[in-house]
């Protein structure tokens, strides 16, 4: 596994399931192949894609680890999955990010669900790509 890895497409159930899930569990892949500490954080689905957002900024430690690793493992709905961290395709998709986080979150509260939606939670999101 590594962010050099082929990607594919997640099948309508992964999507469902994953994009269910309440949380999703997070590894990222370190330089020696070992996965990092497991890290429980929100989930979307927006379309067909998959995101989540660091919720503390850029500085967070598991966002900063997988922005540098690239590839690395998800845990949710019961499914386990090999992953790559990318960039959204299109900066048009966040306003359907924020859309996805509050229908799924909002009951949460707004200063809770606030630190993963607008502006500034736009830089700080990252797309789930499942390897082969």
């Not at 959204?88 to 939606?117: E, F, L, M, N, Q």
């Amino acid at each position: 596994m590594g962010p050099e890895a082929t990607t594919t497409s997640w099948t309508g159930e992964e999507l469902d399931i994953i994009g269910r899930a309440e949380e999703l569990r997070l590894a990222s892949l370190r330089g020696d192949g070992t996965l990092s500490r497991w890290v429980t954080m929100w989930v979307v689905r927006a379309g067909d894609e998959l995101y989540v957002r660091s919720a503390r900024g850029p500085a967070n430690p598991w966002y900063v680890r997988a922005v540098r690793a690239g590839a690395g493992c998800i845990r949710a709905g019961g499914l386990e999955r090999d992953v790559v961290f990318t960039k959204p395709a299109s900066p048009d998709v966040h306003a359907a990010i924020d859309v996805a986080y509050h229908a799924k979150y909002d009951r949460y509260g707004p200063a809770i669900v606030g630190s993963v939606v607008g502006e500034e939670a736009h830089g700080v999101t990252l797309r789930l790509l499942p390897q082969n």
